[in-house]
């Protein structure tokens, strides 16, 4: 399998930014995506970083190093809607398509 | 677009019931997927399909029995339910190798009791 770890829960004002981080063992390593899952509810796609660097779409930005087996979720100018789990999760290329999720980071947003 | 629908949302079962869930996706996705999400460990596989007539095990396929008969339904079977199944079980359909990432169904929330 392929381990991933981010901090269990986050939590930051309306209007902040928080950063969440996500490692991982970078063996076969193919892709990592970040979604979106608030209670309840299904998890949806934020992100996708295959190649390092930053991808920006409106407020959120991920960012990934493939010789560090590190990502990052930046979540910018918060809003209450925002309070959700975040959850990073990688594919290597011998997994057929099958993604191994970390437990996500809950992210409260406070006024 | 409907995307991925699962049937039920929610079920209760008795010990050693079975059940069906059902999965349909109408986006043409040759990849299926069943996860379950228990608190504090995220999801985890199930079992998978890469295309129809074809399934494969996750990581934690027992107790659980799939078919794919049809490219566009994933069916999951508990055969004998046991409390340690409760749990929130979300279908999930892709293009091959997962590109572009997952369409996940909204949810089955089961309780065994």
């Known amino acids: 399998g392929q381990n991933i770890d981010q901090p269990t829960e986050m939590t930051a004002t309306e209007g902040a930014i928080v950063q969440i981080n996500c490692t991982y063992q970078t063996s076969g390593f193919n892709g990592l995506f970040w979604y979106q899952q608030h209670a309840g509810e299904a998890p949806t796609f934020l992100s996708y970083n295959v190649l390092d660097g930053l991808e920006e779409k409106g407020r959120f930005s991920s960012f990934l190093s493939r010789s560090k087996g590190y990502s990052y979720l930046l979540l910018k100018e918060l809003q209450m809607k925002d309070s959700a789990s975040y959850l990073c999760a990688g594919v290597t290329t011998d997994s057929w398509g099958k993604f191994q999720f970390g437990a996500g980071t809950q992210v409260v947003v406070t006024p | 677009n409907a995307g991925v629908t699962q049937t039920p949302k929610f079920r209760v079962l008795k010990t050693g019931q079975s059940m069906t869930l059902l999965c349909a996706q109408d986006?043409?996705?040759?990849?299926m997927y069943w996860y379950r999400q228990d608190p504090g460990m995220g999801l985890r596989l199930i079992h998978y399909s890469v295309g129809e007539g074809t399934t494969a095990k996750g990581e934690v396929p027992d107790g659980y029995n799939v078919s794919r008969l049809k490219k566009q339904n994933f069916l999951l079977g508990l055969e004998s339910a046991a409390p340690s199944q409760t749990s929130v079980y979300f279908c999930a359909s892709s293009y091959p190798q997962g590109i572009l990432g997952y369409t996940f169904g909204s949810g089955t929330r089961l309780t065994v009791v």
């Open positions: 986006m043409n996705h040759e990849y």
